[in-house]
């Protein structure tokens, strides 16, 4: 399956930023060139999550592992081409099925292991699936028989656990099996690798077909912005579903030769000790986690973490005084990242941009006009921003518009669409996302919102993340969200959701806006509603997901 015409495809390849690579291709190179370095890591408590000891595998054994999986898959039906729903935690099979997957040419669909039935049957349906790969059990409770009721007539069926499991020894069957197969299906770089799946904040998930190409972009990029170094152990914390782990963690590690540390369900004090006893030297964590250390010496300090030099974090704007702390009390570097599953990859890195104030909320406008940053990423994407009503390009700072983008890291459109408005007529991806153009120099972009999460308060348009940001600090509460609830005569107004530290103590509506207030803020960004929650709704992937806060205040 190749979804890039002909003509795209000679661009990037003729000017580089297509390499050619695919991710079992890289694997095998590491293999070659670094047989005993370790590749891959499990969970510490992969015991307490499937049942069985951890792993750890050498780059000849993930490579070998997977060969051996990618033979079993061909035994049984799976062909190239092939689409593949793979729901697995983060443990070491996840890693090798996507290798397994990829050396036979399949498709690999990964979904996050919280989806049940509805999602599941939406997917495979939507995919015609071919197969599904899971496991046996999961924290002791049968898992994948749960599921396949959901499954189409005919999908062929894979569980890791008393039945199959990671091989590492050689099969010169299962090795000349792959080569083979191989030599008769010959897949490049411009083939799909993956379809991951939109987080669904605002609806139903979209498949998202990508290339090895596309990827392998993704991660040089992610390696600059992360300062990854050759032989480096990575933590990755996030669902092996996505961008921010995919882009981050998968690609870069075969790229460079790295180990790639996996950690599942996140549980802060599993993840600092994997930092310190694994050695991390870069690892991504969400924007609340951060904020907690950083408000927790105690916690930090009981660590030693002299192998960390940068954390990544995104998916919703920072906190600059949590960056002032990592920056210059924890002298640890923040790095800022804006990334989508259709491509959309930005970042700010204390490289580009020292000030906490600013790395926190703004991106360098890579690949803007009249911008020149020193950054290759800067190279890969063209970005600009349009009027979301009449299409036209705004130029002027502080005025929100719809970021759209275009470039090699940019998938080609959603699967099964018409995709008749996911690009502008001459190519660029329409976000949906709201910036504007500031800086001293107009050199960068603000997050304003999502253009559907936008809050329309009597004609003017107000961003709810901005108000999230600084909701982080209010007291006695464990987090907060705004979103919108209809008015009448203003047509929305805001609500501000809270999940206080104790419900005896929780703080009202006049508190809520004092602080607020003493911010600075906008009256007219003042929420006139407080509702309180045992916890915000959230996606798999951790984003609040703002549309079931307005159903839940709407019906309230």
Same mark, same amino acid.
């Given at each position: 399956m190749i979804t890039s015409p002909s003509s795209r495809i000679d661009k990037y390849e003729q000017s580089g930023l297509w390499e050619g690579l695919t991710l079992h291709d890289l694997l095998a190179v590491q293999a070659e060139k670094n047989p005993t370095v370790l590749a891959v890591v499990d969970p510490l408590n992969r015991m307490d999550l499937v049942g069985s000891e951890s792993?750890?595998?050498?780059f000849s054994e993930l490579n070998q592992a997977s060969i051996n999986f990618a033979a079993h898959l061909l035994n049984n039906g799976v062909n190239c081409g092939d689409k593949i729903v793979v729901q697995l935690p983060n443990i070491v099979e996840l890693v090798v099925t996507y290798m397994a997957v990829s050396k036979i040419g399949a498709i690999i669909s990964p979904i996050p292991i919280q989806y049940g039935t509805h999602e599941v049957a939406h997917i495979t349906a939507t995919l015609n699936a071919n197969a599904y790969?899971?496991?046996?059990?999961?924290?002791?409770?049968?898992?994948?028989?749960?599921?396949?009721?959901?499954?189409?007539?005919?999908?062929?069926?894979?569980?890791?656990?008393?039945?199959? %499991?990671?091989?590492?020894?050689? =099969?010169?069957?299962?090795? @000349?099996?792959?080569?083979?197969? &191989? !030599?008769? $299906?010959?897949?490049?770089?411009?083939?799909? %690798?993956?379809?991951?799946?939109? =987080?669904?904040?605002?609806? @139903?998930?979209?498949?998202?077909? &990508? !290339?090895? $190409?596309?990827?392998?972009?993704?991660?040089?990029?992610?390696?600059?912005?992360?300062?990854?170094?050759?032989?480096?152990?990575?933590?990755?914390?996030?669902?092996?579903?996505?961008?921010?782990?995919?882009?981050?963690?998968l690609y870069p590690f075969v790229l460079l030769g790295c180990t790639l540390v996996l950690h599942h369900p996140f549980d802060p004090v599993v993840f600092l000790q994997q930092i310190q006893v694994e050695e991390i030297a870069f690892t991504i964590v969400p924007p609340a986690m951060l904020n907690q250390l950083a408000k927790n010496e105690t916690m930090w300090n009981q660590f030693n973490f002299d192998s960390l030099r940068s954390i990544g974090s995104g998916s919703a704007p920072l906190a600059p005084w949590m960056i002032e702390q990592f920056d210059n009390v924890y002298q640890k570097k923040i790095v800022n990242f804006y990334g989508s599953n259709e491509g959309i990859n930005l970042f700010s890195r204390p490289e580009d941009i020292y000030?906490?104030?600013?790395?926190?909320?703004?991106?360098?406008?890579?690949?803007?006009?009249?911008?020149?940053?020193?950054?290759?990423?800067?190279?890969?994407?063209?970005?600009?921003?349009?009027?979301?009503?009449?299409?036209?390009?705004?130029?002027?700072?502080?005025?929100?518009?719809?970021?759209?983008?275009?470039?090699?890291?940019?998938?080609?459109?959603?699967?099964?669409m018409d995709n008749v408005d996911v690009f502008t007529e001459d190519g660029f991806f329409l976000t949906g996302d709201l910036v504007e153009i500031c800086g001293d120099e107009d050199q960068f972009y603000r997050i304003a919102g999502r253009s559907k999460d936008i809050?329309?308060?009597?004609?003017?348009?107000?961003?709810?993340?901005?108000?999230?940001?600084?909701?982080?600090?209010?007291?006695?509460?464990?987090?907060?969200?705004?979103?919108?609830?209809?008015?009448?005569?203003?047509?929305?107004?805001?609500?501000?959701?809270?999940?206080?530290?104790?419900?005896?103590?929780?703080?009202?509506l006049a508190q809520v806006v004092n602080y607020l207030q003493s911010k600075g803020i906008a009256k007219?960004?003042?929420?006139?509603?407080?509702?309180?929650?045992?916890?915000?709704?959230?996606?798999?992937?951790?984003?609040?997901?703002?549309?079931?806060?307005q159903e839940k205040v709407s019906e309230s």
């Open positions: 792993l750890r595998l050498t790969i899971s496991l046996d059990q999961l924290k002791g409770e049968s898992f994948a028989e749960n599921l396949i009721p959901a499954l189409a007539d005919g999908m062929s069926v894979f569980t890791f656990g008393e039945n199959l %499991s990671v091989d590492v020894y050689r =099969s010169d069957l299962a090795n @000349t099996a792959v080569e083979t197969y &191989r !030599s008769l $299906n010959p897949i490049t770089a411009n083939h799909i %690798s993956t379809i991951c799946w939109t =987080s669904g904040t605002t609806g @139903t998930p979209k498949g998202v077909p &990508r !290339s090895h $190409n596309m990827w392998v972009t993704v991660g040089r990029n992610c390696i600059e912005a992360g300062n990854y170094q050759a032989g480096d152990r990575l933590l990755n914390p996030f669902p092996l579903v996505n961008m921010a782990s995919v882009g981050s963690f000030d906490p104030e600013i790395r926190a909320s703004m991106f360098p406008r890579f690949g803007s006009a009249g911008n020149n940053w020193s950054s290759s990423a800067s190279k890969t994407i063209q970005t600009k921003i349009i009027d979301i009503e009449t299409g036209d390009d705004i130029t002027e700072a502080g005025v929100a518009g719809e970021l759209v983008v275009k470039g090699p890291t940019i998938f080609d459109g959603y699967f099964g809050i329309n308060r009597g004609g003017m348009k107000l961003s709810p993340s901005e108000i999230d940001v600084l909701l982080e600090g209010l007291p006695g509460t464990v987090e907060a969200a705004v979103c919108a609830y209809p008015d009448d005569n203003l047509g929305e107004r805001i609500c501000a959701c809270v999940v206080p530290s104790s419900s005896s103590d929780a703080p009202t007219i960004k003042l929420p006139e509603r407080l509702e309180l929650f045992d916890a915000l709704p959230r996606n798999p992937l951790g984003k609040v997901q703002r549309f079931m806060l």
